[in-house]
């Protein structure tokens, strides 16, 4: 078992105050220059707000703030209105929970993807370690199977991807840039430089490169908080390996079989998450 907190059937963090956040969210006034990012838990959405922010300022220096003090079902709205302008607000919700000013206002939003293998792994590490928040104290092949059963938090990550390709769909006048975390650790400079202009910034090449090298991951571990306060472990961070694969050093054969399955039949229905293309996966 896992602890989460049951908002309408979906299944969230049981964060302080998290009915209140999330029954205000509809309403919150939203500013025309924010920026969203989105997308499922794990995804590499610390990396991408880092990297947003900075070419937001316009300089490759860290932000002061946590990313949570800018998630959505995390932090109070009260915290959230003193943010200055601009904002980098993310959340791992759904469309339909997110401020409905999205749908006039039509800021950006970017939506991480990563294969969701490596999600689940590193789902299940930072659940346990996350042991106050969460409470959890099996093993990976416990956590493997509250994922098959959709008893995590977010939920499946098949039905949450299908449900956001369902909404993007939907709604094709919001501006939203797809990244996958494959594809800014292959190419960093590439990717920030695609998302500068997603965002209309100016092209700045050494920004770009002098934000790819601050966003490394081993500049980022040593230069960001890692939760590790929070932590049962000391030594664990929130920037645990940062490497694509390392799903092959965790999932059993069979597990592997049910997870193949799976990206079958949701390559079947997804068009615009073509994350199982690359042959590495
Ligand atoms: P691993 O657990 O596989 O190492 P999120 O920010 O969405 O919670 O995602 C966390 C994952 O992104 C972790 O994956 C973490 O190590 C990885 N990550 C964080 N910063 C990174 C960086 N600068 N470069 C590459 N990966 C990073």
Redesign the pocket.
Request: proline share 0%; hydrophobic share 40%.
């Given at each position: 078992e896992l602890l989460s907190y049951d908002y309408n059937g979906f299944l969230v963090p049981p964060f302080p105050n998290v009915h209140e956040n999330l029954e205000k969210l509809p309403d919150m006034a939203i500013r025309n220059d924010d920026v969203f990012l989105l997308g499922y838990?794990?995804?590499?959405?610390?990396?991408m707000w880092?990297i947003s922010g900075m070419l937001l300022k316009g300089s490759a220096e860290y932000s002061l703030q946590d990313k949570t003090a800018a998630m959505l079902e995390r932090a109070p709205q009260a915290s959230l209105d003193q943010l200055p302008s601009p904002r980098v607000l993310n959340s791992h919700l759904h469309l339909h929970h997110l401020p409905r000013e999205i749908f006039t206002k039509k800021p950006k939003m970017v939506f991480?993807t990563r294969n969701p293998r490596?999600i689940a792994?590193?789902s299940y590490?930072?659940l346990f370690q996350m042991a106050e928040l969460y409470h959890y104290d099996g093993d990976w092949n416990g956590y493997f199977h509250l994922i098959t059963e959709g008893k995590v938090n977010y939920g499946n990550w098949f039905q949450y991807m299908l449900q956001w390709e369902k909404d993007i769909k939907d709604h094709p006048e919001l501006p939203i840039l797809i990244l996958r975390?494959e594809d800014?650790?292959k190419d960093p400079i590439g990717i920030i430089a695609k998302l500068a202009e997603f965002l209309e910034l100016p092209r700045n090449d050494q920004l770009f490169q002098d934000i790819a090298d601050k966003?490394?991951?081993s500049k980022?571990?040593a230069a960001k908080p890692a939760y590790t306060s929070q932590f049962r472990s000391p030594s664990a961070s929130?920037?645990?390996?940062?490497?694509v694969g390392?799903w092959k050093n965790w999932f059993t054969v069979s597990q592997h079989e049910i997870f193949q399955t799976e990206c079958e039949n949701f390559k079947k229905q997804s068009t615009l998450f073509n994350i199982m293309d690359d042959a590495s996966f």
């Open positions: 838990m794990k995804a590499g959405c610390h990396w880092e991480m490596d792994v590193s590490h930072h975390y800014v650790k966003c490394s991951f980022m571990k929130l920037f645990r390996k940062g490497v390392d």
